[in-house]
């Protein structure tokens, strides 16, 4: 009797112990761009506070990794260590540098059964997610840049503050009018300011002149074609010949002059967008970039990405978690939030998104330019890549070299680089 009493209390401790088991949730990493105590690490400890208390079978801890190389840097190391994060937000244009390492999983699979939820997402942010015809992560914090501009200063200028410029001949025309010089000629407001401490600019005017920066494979750049050289051309041309804008700007310094009154208009991204809001004590506008032989502007920004060697569990976990922070409510509350663009179709139709537009309508301005976006230049070795097109744009800026030789320097450092992945 004593036997089967002890055997009935070790069956039922074993029961016990695996429907508590069975019922502790299963937890996950989410690495996320942002330092520790910056705004937006408080909306996504709300948004992932909101899914632990929705979801009782999972457990996501946001873990905050500084910028997006600190990040990539960080997620890079965990995985190969063997102990990768579940889920990470990193450069969309990461994908090649994260693909040759081997730590990522494809999503597709995951799409596989979903086509509505695929075909909902703008494809200009697709395009950057996609390689050997499989989707490897998930648009989710993505941006394209913008022209800001002072209406006042366009009155005060004669310009119609509802009319921004929309060709480049405008543009140059407008800068013209709206930069101030002193008696001796000095500027002492710039009539624009585009951002020159970084690539993503001179995408946007290369793509304007109707050219293209690289092949979709990943393999070639194209920085000697005549549509980059005119692209790069005209931006050194309104620094140095018109100097109707400042050399040297980054994100920060372009929206710090404009928040000054110091330029009168300034190419930034979507990102920038609160930050002005917040900022300024004047009347501003916001429009899309103008275009020259077409209308087209990069598109920027990070993607959700599953790490490699995951359980089966803890990988349907981080999808779950993707799908619902990509969910058209989500995404339209994450907008808001954050400033960057509504990554799917259907997020334009909720509620909250209408309302926020019609309070404040150059929040509306980024989703208007969506048609005109494209897939932003991605390459093997892009850090490097990057780093050569960024001095070829500094060399021309400062005439060390003129814009041709700057940029086949380049071309010729570049295709040295991508050779072993041809």
């Known amino acids: 009797m004593r036997r089967i009493v002890s ?13 508590v088991s069975a019922q502790e949730p299963v937890e996950i990493r989410f690495f996320y761009p942002v330092q520790v105590a910056g705004p937006l690490a408080r909306v996504i400890d ?28 960080r ?13 990470a937000v990193l450069l969309a244009i990461d994908l090649l540098t994260l693909l040759n390492a081997d730590i990522i999983s494809p999503v597709e699979d995951f799409l596989a059964d979903e086509p509505a939820y695929r075909n909902d997402f703008v494809e200009g942010f697709i395009e950057n997610s996609q390689y050997g015809g499989k989707i490897w992560s998930i648009p989710f914090q993505r941006s394209t840049p913008l022209l800001y501009y002072n209406k006042e200063m366009f009155a005060e200028a004669g310009l119609d503050p509802e009319k921004p410029p929309t060709t480049w001949a405008e543009l140059l025309e407008y800068a013209e009018k709206l930069t101030v010089r002193d008696a ?24 304007q002149n109707g050219g293209g920066y690289n092949n979709e494979a990943g393999t070639e750049i194209y920085l000697d074609q005549p549509a980059t050289i005119g692209a790069l051309q005209f931006w050194v ?44 004590n004047f009347d501003f506008g916001v429009a899309p970039l103008p275009g020259n032989q077409v209308h087209a502007v990069p598109t920027g920004g990070g993607n959700f990405y599953i790490f490699k060697g995951l359980t089966p569990e803890k990988e349907q976990a981080a999808w779950t978690f993707v799908k619902w922070m990509t969910s058209p409510e989500k995404v339209a509350e994450w907008s808001i939030a954050s400033g960057y663009v509504p990554v799917r179709l259907s997020a334009f ?9 019609a309070e404040f309508p150059q929040a509306s301005v980024a989703g208007e330019q969506l048609p005109f976006a494209r897939r932003e230049m991605a390459l093997h070795s892009n850090q490097q890549i990057r780093e050569l097109v960024l001095t070829a744009i500094q060399e021309a800026l400062e005439q060390t070299l003129s814009v041709e030789d700057a940029l086949r320097q380049a071309q010729r450092q570049a295709d040295r680089i991508l050779r072993p992945f041809q």
Do not use: C
Request: proline share 3%; no cysteine; aromatic share 8%.
């Open 184 to 207: 001796s000629g000095n500027v002492i407001r710039h009539g624009l300011t585009i951002v020159t401490k970084d690539t993503w600019m001179l995408q946007a005017f290369i793509l």
């Open 237 to 280: 041309d309104l620094a140095n010949k018109h100097k109707v804008m400042p050399r040297h700007r980054d994100y920060g310094e372009a929206s710090a002059d404009f928040a000054a009154e110091q330029t009168a208009m300034m190419y930034n991204s979507t990102g920038s967008l609160s930050f002005v809001r917040s900022s300024v």
């Open 7 to 19: 055997l009935l209390v070790l069956v039922a401790v074993l029961v016990l112990a695996s429907l």
């Open 46 to 73: 709300g948004m992932v506070e909101e899914f632990n208390a929705e979801h009782h079978g999972i457990r996501v801890q946001a873990v905050y990794s500084g910028n997006y190389d600190e990040t990539m840097q």
């Open 349 to 357: 139709d909720e509620p909250v998104l209408k309302e926020y537009y």
């Open 75 to 87: 997620a890079q190391t965990a995985a190969m260590s063997g102990n990768p994060p579940e889920l």
